[in-house]
Structure formats: structure tokens, C-alpha cells
């Protein structure tokens, strides 16, 4: 790549913001999607395909050792499930996933997990980052 380090800042619509930053020469992969809400925060490892729920709280002593112990319960749960996936032969990666989804959306007849339009506007937005990088 010309740059290690790409970031970027997306404003959709009055109130919704993402960023997105990544490295190029990291030592591994590393994928994290944080939807941050007035409820709380998902947080999804992508690589490992764990997620964890972090509800509004007082960020106070004990809340915080609550909130670490309830992250390592969520965390080993996810753990255990994906474990038993991978023994039992169900587990998809990502893009198995999106293909298997669009594949059954055009076998019954149902909506693809992406439309058009939005596939089309994720390009969009790749061409345009490439095009600055350049």
C-alpha cells in the first residue's frame, strides 16, 4: 500500500456518524464494528464472530468491575457457541455467509440481505477512498 494508516469519517443523515480506520501493516487482522446507541454499545469482533452487549451505565468502582465481569461471561458464552459450531461442522465465515443469504433470497423468491442500491453505494465509496489514496 502507498500509506499505512487510512482513516475515515461517514456522516449519514442529521445524527449518525462512522469512522473507519485501518492499518495496513498490522500483525494481524483485527476487525471490530462498534454501533454505539443511547441504550449502549454492540460490539462486534469480527474475526472471531463474538459480540458483546454493553448497556448505558455509570461508569462508578463497581459498575466497572460489573461491566468487566459481564463482558467475560458474554465473551465466553460466544466463545463456547462458536466452539460448538466449528465442531459440528455449522460454522460460516463472513463472506460464506452473504453469499448463502443471497443465494436463498433468489431460490425463494425473498429480498437479498443487500439491495442493489446499497451495494452500489458501499462501491461508491470504496472508488472514492481509492481515488484519494491515489
Not at 114 to 119: K, P
Request: contains cysteine.
Amino acid at each position: 500500500m502507498k500509506y499505512d494508516e487510512l482513516s475515515a469519517i461517514f456522516k449519514a443523515g442529521e445524527k449518525k456518524l462512522a469512522s473507519v480506520h485501518v492499518s495496513f501493516n498490522a500483525p494481524r487482522n483485527s476487525i471490530y464494528i462498534d454501533l454505539l446507541g443511547r441504550q449502549g454499545i454492540l460490539r462486534l469482533d469480527v474475526i472471531t464472530a463474538t459480540l458483546i452487549l454493553l448497556p448505558a451505565a455509570k461508569m462508578e468502582r463497581f459498575s466497572k468491575a460489573a461491566d468487566s465481569f459481564r463482558q467475560a461471561c458474554q465473551l465466553s458464552v460466544s466463545t463456547a457457541k462458536n466452539a460448538l459450531r466449528i465442531l459440528s461442522g455449522q460454522w460460516r465465515d463472513g463472506h460464506e455467509m452473504c453469499i448463502r443469504l443471497f443465494a436463498e433470497s433468489i431460490l425463494k423468491g425473498g429480498q437479498p440481505p443487500v439491495t442493489v442500491q446499497e451495494g452500489y453505494e458501499v462501491v461508491k465509496v470504496l472508488e472514492d477512498i481509492y481515488r484519494r489514496i491515489d
